[in-house]
């Protein structure tokens, strides 16, 4: 019934149409008035955050430019806007195709997989011939960009034949028959267009993706990303399909709230999904076991314990609260987070120096912030605070020493907040 | 000359709680907003970390969020007759600077005027005839009602998540609230904080003396809230540091915490800080107002156009812009013609500390908050027949202690030497079993024909504009009235046990040296005569219809209260009267 209303819409604006087909000169063009495709498009690029990397801050959007910081140096995002010249306008169909689901380029070569087109592979050609007609949709950018800036000897393209040899595996998304409707398409966002894993799951010594510790927490750009599997205590196990779902809409549930490189995916992504698809992320990675570390709390009578009680007391409790449970929706509650417990204490130990500011959304528009204390704190007290917070109120998480928190200060020393 | 930037629909002078209220209401309207302020952006979880926020000397002694008197400051004399000399150090009050204002730095206690209060001449001539009223006292109306204000009242007191104890339900009296409040149209958002030893002593002993005592309504919250604009607010900790500093908790009522965050992600608003309005432009028929100048901080001049102009700046520097943008007749004392400048008022404070046996007596003065606090409202405003007593005007009075900070809370008994070992025995021996009101006796201060601001003549600031001259002393009536007051008050803190009293009247002359309050009001106030007032009902100037002047500046006289819920209602009011009158047929909105 939808569908017939379009085409009629279509037929009847088919004057302007050939105007404006005689005015592109792209050489595969969708159809600037397939309100259904472009409309699908638009929503997968949400669901695939390509804004996130291929835009500059406060510059056009999708004209590139974009510094992506891995592990092997920076790769400059392109400009993927539909201009002829810089940008992806005379690309056809099929190479835009072959470069989102293969990683490969009009001219052979190979794309490194800052851009995620593992994970894209799982989308169908339509899904995305649909991004392509979008794409086509948005205003041309002239910004010419040099992609590659790797060092030697990732800069040589060619490499990346043996990377996708280990790592890369084509075909889209099978849904499983015994899951529900609902589980498959969570699976199907987390695993492609959402590209969850590209940072919450561990990677080798080669920036592939450790299978066997799915989901399970890396580090990144000087921040770990979490567990998000159903882990009880480093990842979503204490949380409710729900608590998941308001996560990823608002950046905020009454446990915690987003900040650094999640925030900027909930206000570019996230928060623009449907509730639908909110909910079947948060299905799907409740589904997912997690893995019985068997950590142990350190013992409360520790040096380390002690001082970090004091300074707990002292300088966190007025947000957090004694029982470290904050206020919902405002302080998030240290006592129920699993990012504070993960295994990597990178992220925990950065907010403490650095402060962090929590996403602000259209539903949850306060925004509050975290001051810093790495000024006040000198390492071995950032170690002893966390300590106390990593195994407090029925928490557990091995112990951090001062090392680990001079080691997250030099690092992020130089970084942007 | 000035560069000149796009248009805009409205320009916003000044960026504290009556620009941040107009601009949220107007961007609603659809209309394209920007505002100006002087000082910088200031943010709650960068700019007040409890890290350090709760440093004393660096806030409450070297003033560290107030203007700096270098960048602007007036002149002061108590008498017509005395050459004014200028402020180079702020004493008296405290100016404030910077996005949010003194929205900021306050202590957030929320009070409402009585209803009375908004027709004072009337009622007080009525009730004891004109000529029980001091000659050179020039006391006005509003030209507005408590019942019409009231639901600019609810709204910013749901703003704010206030919490309180309401004493008057739709004219239902409510039992431990305050029984002569007027009638409010539903119960505070939040229930009362919590109180702490000796504020909770306070209250039983005004009990114990036939008082109805109550706590104080505060913007320091009792507990979580989210106000609606979907903005959270944490409980409050009770750390004691409100007044002079940046709250970190999201727990004080401010711009920053219940406003901005909101406002921020609307396209259709901006804002421009470290930019100083020098003057509002006129067209040649001086009768519309064309935007305003301004010089950013290279000392360039920017002029920005708007088809409406909101002047919501501190109240001060409303009453300066007036003058020097020559909006308004400067108000002469001699001839008593002229509104700009008229009616400037401030606040009659005093207070008694009391002493106790510190065996018996720990009041764990360090919990506190800025409007903690148990008081009474028998002495206020014509809640008592002042016939006897030969005066008008009164105040609340209450243990409203905020906090035991180090510097300013070593208080000893009458009698102990200044300095040396027993000094400092004394401040240990008393620092826990002292109550130390601050102001304990919170008195209304009436308008008279020589107290007024005015350009003066000697001194200029550094755009070679004259900078404005305050003249003001105290009269015999707020002299009378503070003895009275006080020594009510000390009944009370005898009553809850002290074994000895420091009884700290207010006396002639004006002090500009002593901090009182930062309650100054009036010079562009509101009324129903231009011949009197500068403005009219809902804050519109009667010169140029398309200027409101917010704040307290439009005061005519200055009840028993602290200003800040009033002058945020009146923001609320006026941005109604815009959005539901001006805009939709600009020019003045009532005739005279």
Redesign the interface.
């Known amino acids: 019934m939808r569908r017939k209303r379009y085409r009629a819409g279509f037929l009847g604006g088919v004057a302007i149409l050939s105007l404006a087909a005689m005015s592109s000169a792209r050489a595969d063009d969708s159809d600037p008035q397939e309100f259904t495709q472009i409309e699908r498009g638009r929503y997968l690029a949400i669901t695939s955050d390509c804004v996130s990397c291929h835009t500059v801050a406060g510059a056009k959007p999708f004209a590139g430019g974009r510094a992506i910081e891995t592990p092997f140096g920076y790769i400059t995002a392109p400009n993927i806007t539909p201009d002829l010249e810089t940008g992806i306008g005379a690309w056809s169909d099929e190479a835009f195709d072959a470069a989102v689901r293969r990683g490969i380029r009009p001219n052979g070569a190979r794309l490194y997989p800052a851009m995620p087109y593992n994970a894209y592979a799982k989308m169908s050609r339509d899904d995305v011939q649909a991004i392509r007609a979008y794409l086509n949709s948005v205003e041309p950018a002239r910004n010419a960009v040099v992609a590659n800036t790797l060092p030697f000897p990732f800069n040589i393209r060619a490499t990346m034949r043996i990377w996708n040899s280990l790592y890369f595996k084509e075909g889209e998304f099978k849904p499983d028959p015994t899951k529900s409707a609902v589980w498959n398409r969570g699976a199907f966002l987390v695993d492609g267009p959402a590209h969850c894993g590209a940072c919450h799951t561990p990677k080798t010594f080669l920036g592939g993706d450790r299978l066997d510790q799915y989901l399970q927490g890396s580090y990144l750009q000087g921040w770990s990303a979490p567990d998000i599997t159903n882990d009880r205590r480093v990842g979503l196990g204490e949380w409710t399909v729900e608590d998941v779902a308001t996560y990823l809409k608002s950046g905020h549930n009454t446990i915690t709230a987003a900040t650094g490189p999640m925030a900027e995916a909930v206000s570019l992504s996230t928060s623009h999904m449907t509730d639908e698809d909110t909910q079947a992320i948060a299905t799907y990675l409740k589904s997912l076991p997690g893995k019985d570390s068997g950590d142990k709390p350190l013992p409360a009578d520790t040096g380390t314990m002690t001082a970090g009680a004091a300074i707990y007391r002292d300088?966190c409790s007025?947000?957090h609260g004694i029982e470290g449970r904050g206020?919902?929706?405002?302080?998030p509650s240290v006592a129920n987070s699993s990012m504070v417990r993960s295994k990597d204490p990178t992220t925990a130990i950065r907010i403490v120096l650095r402060?962090a500011?929590s996403v602000?959304t259209?539903?949850?528009?306060?925004?509050?912030?975290?001051?810093?204390?790495g000024w006040?704190l000198e390492n071995g007290q950032v170690a002893a605070v966390l300590n106390y917070i990593r195994n407090s109120w029925g928490g557990a998480a091995p112990a951090i020493e001062a090392g680990d928190v001079n080691r997250v200060r030099s690092d992020t020393a130089s970084r942007p907040d | 000359m000035p560069r000149r930037l796009p248009k805009k629909d409205v320009v916003i002078v000044g960026f504290g709680w009556t620009g941040a209220i107009m601009a949220n209401e107007l961007t609603d309207e659809g209309l394209d907003v920007i505002a100006i302020e002087r000082g910088p952006w200031r943010d709650a979880p960068t700019d007040f970390p409890p890290s350090y926020m709760q440093d004393e000397l660096r806030y409450r002694v070297r003033h560290e969020l107030f203007l700096r008197p270098d960048q602007l400051t007036f002149t002061f004399r108590n008498r017509m007759n005395q050459a004014a000399l200028p402020i180079r150090s702020w004493g008296a009050f405290m100016p404030p600077n910077g996005v949010g204002g003194g929205g900021v730095h306050w202590n957030a206690e929320m009070w409402r005027f009585l209803p009375s209060d908004f027709v004072l001449k009337t009622h007080l001539t009525e009730r004891y005839g004109a000529s029980f009223l001091p000659e050179d006292m020039t006391i006005q109306d509003w030209g507005i009602t408590y019942d019409e204000l009231e639901p600019s009242y609810d709204r910013f007191e749901y703003l704010c998540g206030t919490s309180g104890t309401a004493g008057n339900i739709k004219g239902k009296i409510q039992e431990g609230g305050n029984p002569f409040e007027g009638p409010r149209s539903r119960a505070y958002p939040t229930p009362a904080q919590a109180q702490p030893f000796s504020h909770t002593l306070f209250g039983n002993a005004a009990r114990e003396l036939g008082y109805k005592p109550f706590p104080q309504p505060s913007g320091n919250l009792s507990q979580a809230y989210t106000n609606p604009l979907g903005l959270r607010m944490g409980p409050c900790t009770y750390c004691g540091f409100c007044e002079w500093f940046g709250c970190s908790n999201y727990s004080k009522a401010s711009p920053q915490t219940t406003i901005l965050p909101y406002l921020v992600r609307k396209p259709n608003f901006a804002l421009r800080d470290k930019s100083e309005v020098v003057r509002i432009n006129l067209d040649r028929s001086g009768k519309r107002a064309t935007g305003v100048t301004f010089v950013d901080s290279s000392g360039e001049e920017w002029e920005q156009q708007a088809d409406l102009v909101i002047l919501s700046a501190f109240a001060l520097f409303n009453v300066q812009l007036l003058l020097h943008s020559n909006i308004g007749q400067p108000y002469d004392p001699v001839t008593n013609t002229g509104v700009v400048g008229r009616n400037y008022t401030h606040q009659t404070m005093s207070t008694v500390n009391g002493f106790f046996d510190n065996k018996k007596f720990n009041f764990n003065p360090f919990i506190a908050s800025g409007a903690i606090g148990m008081c009474i409202d028998e002495f206020n405003g014509d809640n008592f027949d002042h016939g006897p007593h030969g005066f008008v005007g009164g105040g609340y009075m209450g243990q409203v202690q905020t906090g035991a900070r180090p510097i300013e809370s070593t208080l000893v008994p009458p009698g102990t030497p200044k300095w040396g070992a027993d000094w400092k025995k004394a401040v240990k021996d008393n620092y826990l079993s002292t109550v130390k009101p601050g102001g304990g006796v919170h008195g209304s201060f009436y308008a008279y024909r020589d107290i007024y601001l005015d350009l003066d003549p000697a001194y200029k600031d550094r755009f070679g504009r004259p900078l404005m001259r305050i003249t003001m002393d105290l009269k015999e009536n707020e002299i009378k009235q503070n003895k009275f007051l006080t020594d009510k008050f000390a009944e009370i803190i005898k009553a809850m046990g002290a074994e000895k009293l420091a009884v700290q009247y207010r006396t002639a002359p004006y002090d500009i040296t002593v901090y009182q309050t930062t309650h100054l009001n009036g010079g562009a106030i509101m009324g129903t005569d231009p011949k009197t007032s500068a403005l009219n009902r809902y804050l519109q100037s009667w010169d140029v219809p398309n200027l409101f002047v917010l704040g307290a500046s439009a005061f005519p006289q200055n009840p028993g209260y602290n200003p800040t819920l009033t002058v945020g209602a009146l923001a609320f009011w006026a941005a109604d009267a815009i959005r539901s009158q001006y805009l939709k047929n600009p020019g003045r909105l009532v005739d005279a």
């Open positions: 300088q007025a947000c206020v919902p929706g405002l302080f402060g500011r602000g259209s539903k949850e528009p306060t925004a509050p912030g975290m001051p810093s204390y006040q």
